[in-house]
């Protein structure tokens, strides 16, 4: 076993598996987390209550975010049952950085009511979700709660400027629910939602012919060159010395805290020596896959959490060549973040048939991973493999989120 797996191994595992889903404003900052409990709502606030550990990891980890040139915490959705509100059994979580999420099949009784009111006196932000606006049931909360949720899959697109305008006088903020593309997100926007949840980020709006940035070019001839057996630092360098600011970048992350290399590197040459052709594969990769123009942080983040969790569960299984499970998970948004559709990207990306089928097809070990770390981040906790013991899972996605986070910190800074 690797000494990074055994680390993992021995680290604290919790009694619940846990995931976040980011909240994004109409910039597409994200502004809030939602967090997604194996089994959902059951039993959330009380594993965050009771263990010390779960609610040390949603502070230090799950709620912490690399934006605006430092680290900083942001407010987390926790979905909350009738049982818990009415039983007195809400701990005492801080209002700054928690909102309470009441579901829509709950029991709306008087009693109900003032409970959520009593909570919003406390400080908290009351989410609503599952609102049905032929419901009567849910208009004695319109006055009570501060975001209301529009799932807009299920209400419909062409539905909700009627449905917006009867919720006008209440002056809500209004979460766009379910949006699964980037055409959804423009359609909401200019209905004036103020919040957005779901998906749009990780699907790509193919523009016909559409090219890499130049910059990008040379990340794609410097991955080329190292594909070849006669690869050298000297001939690495003749190829980066195209772009001295790029070399910098790559230089200034490869020595941040994310590496932990063993003293300063100064140059491709130096880095090689030190550390080998694959170390600089990685760097090359994690570079390829910063932020374009006008798209947000929040990709690239997705981007590293995957690559670094497949990495990562490719150690627990004892695969020698977790590296490959890394470019898999990093490159699986590539498209998203091109807006070049993936078989035609990957035809100008030097890669294996391997990598290339676990990218297109999701097939092989490498594919299964990352269909993994798929369902992991959507909560999906049920549909698991199994390849690895359920808490390591939770284990890996931890430390992927701290990881993704360093890395950012040094792209960003």
């Not at 919790?14 to 194996?38: G, H, N, T, Y």
């Not at 590197?265 to 760097?283: C, K």
């Not at 690239?300 to 990562?312: S, Y």
């Not at 695969?319 to 590539?334: C, D, P, R």
Request: aromatic share 6%.
């Amino acid at each position: 076993m690797s000494k990074l797996a055994s680390t993992l191994e021995s680290e604290d595992q919790l009694s619940v598996l846990m995931a976040r889903q980011p909240i994004f404003s109409k910039s597409q900052d994200v502004v809030a987390f939602e967090l997604l409990f194996r089994g959902q709502e059951a039993g959330n606030l009380e594993v965050i209550k009771d263990d010390i550990a779960t609610f040390d990891v949603v502070m230090n980890t799950y709620a912490n975010i690399v934006a605006d040139g430092g680290s900083k915490r942001l407010p987390c959705y926790l979905k909350i049952t009738d049982k818990v509100l009415l039983n007195n059994s809400l701990p005492e979580l801080p209002p700054s950085l928690f909102s309470l999420e009441i579901l829509g099949r709950s029991d709306i009784t008087p009693e109900f009511i003032a409970k959520v009111k009593e909570c919003a006196q406390k400080g908290y932000r009351i989410v609503l979700a599952d609102y049905d606006p032929h419901d009567p049931k849910f208009d004695r909360l319109l006055n009570v709660i501060h975001v209301l949720k529009l799932d807009i899959q299920r209400l419909g697109l062409s539905e909700l400027p009627n449905i917006i305008h009867k919720l006008r006088p209440h002056q809500l903020d209004l979460l766009a629910d379910k949006v699964e593309t980037k055409d959804e997100f423009r359609q909401c926007l200019e209905m004036g939602f103020s919040l957005y949840q779901g998906y749009f980020l990780s699907h790509p709006m193919p523009v016909k012919g559409k090219k890499i940035s130049s910059n990008k070019v040379l990340l794609l001839q410097l991955l080329g060159e190292l594909e070849q057996d006669s690869a050298t630092g000297t001939s690495l360098e003749g190829i980066a010395i195209n772009d001295p600011a790029l070399t910098y970048k790559i230089l200034k992350v490869v020595n941040s805290a994310a590496f932990h290399v063993p003293r300063e590197i100064n140059s491709l040459s130096h880095a090689i020596t030190l550390l080998g052709m694959e170390q600089i594969r990685r760097w090359i990769m994690l570079f390829l896959t910063t932020a374009q123009d006008g798209k947000p942080n929040q990709l690239t983040r997705n981007m590293l959490i995957r690559g670094r969790m497949c990495e990562l569960l490719a150690e627990l299984m004892g695969n020698a060549h977790s590296m490959n499970y890394f470019i898999v998970g990093l490159l699986s948004q590539l498209d998203a973040l091109f807006d070049i559709d993936m078989k035609e990207l990957l035809n100008e990306v030097p890669l294996s048939h391997e990598l290339k089928d676990a990218l297109l097809h999701l097939s092989g070990p490498m594919g299964e991973t990352l269909k993994d770390v798929e369902k992991y981040e959507r909560g999906q906790f049920e549909q698991l493999s199994g390849s690895v013991d359920r808490p390591l899972y939770e284990v890996a996605y931890r430390h992927s989120l701290k990881w993704s986070e360093q890395v950012m910190n040094a792209l960003l800074s």
